[in-house]
């Protein structure tokens, strides 16, 4: 049966407030990057390609989406949304790349839903054995949240994730084994780029 008279295309639109464009399959949205750039064109191409190669598979379910899947969505509005007037992204590109790599070192396959307050402070702990210090820290914890704050707002996952998520406090100075942040060192900085199609 031929998928292309059964099955309407979803049209690739712009999200106004976000700058980013995005398809809705089945009341679910997905994210490709900055509307009007050819990489972001071609991202769309190549999912509905793939989209229709599968069968036009329904997105995946919350229960079932891991906590890869939910980066690499995120990943696709922190493009558009963390840039500068000129379209140059800022600093939390970078800072977005560091957290998320212990992120999907530990559990980038766990679904998402079952990522509560335990995880993440065994992330917290990944990076304290990263050498990073406590202030560094307590910033990346907080972009991890985020980044399930817009999950649970993008219907990606329950609202309770990030919820849950809020009750891991931050490190408080002299009372965790992080270091203290050097006024003659710079926070760590990890160049090495992440992409959604990393590991995935």
């Not at 970078?94 to 070192?105: Q, V």
């Not at 999950?151 to 009750?167: C, R, S, W």
């Amino acid at each position: 049966m031929d998928a292309t008279k059964k099955t309407k295309i979803p049209q690739l639109c712009a999200h106004k407030a976000t700058g980013q464009s995005f398809i809705r399959i089945d009341g679910r949205a997905i994210y490709f990057g900055k509307t009007g750039l050819p990489e972001t064109a071609e991202k769309y191409y190549q999912f509905i390609a793939e989209w229709m190669a599968s069968g036009c598979p329904s997105p995946t379910e919350p229960e079932h989406i891991t906590v890869r899947e939910v980066c690499a969505q995120f990943w696709g509005h922190a493009e558009s949304y963390y840039v500068k007037a000129d379209g140059s992204p800022t600093s939390e590109i970078d800072c977005y790349r560091s957290a998320i790599k212990p992120l999907l070192e530990l559990y980038g396959l766990t679904k998402a839903v079952d990522f509560g307050p335990k995880a993440l402070k065994l992330v917290r702990q990944r990076m304290i054995k990263m050498d990073w210090n406590r202030t560094t820290i307590n910033k990346q914890i907080g972009r991890i949240r985020t980044i399930f704050r817009w999950a649970g707002e993008n219907e990606l996952v329950p609202g309770t994730v990030h919820h849950a998520l809020q009750t891991v406090a931050g490190l408080r100075a002299g009372r965790s084994a992080a270091k203290e942040k050097s006024p003659s060192r710079s926070s760590p900085r990890h160049r090495r780029t992440w992409t959604p199609s990393s590991r995935m």
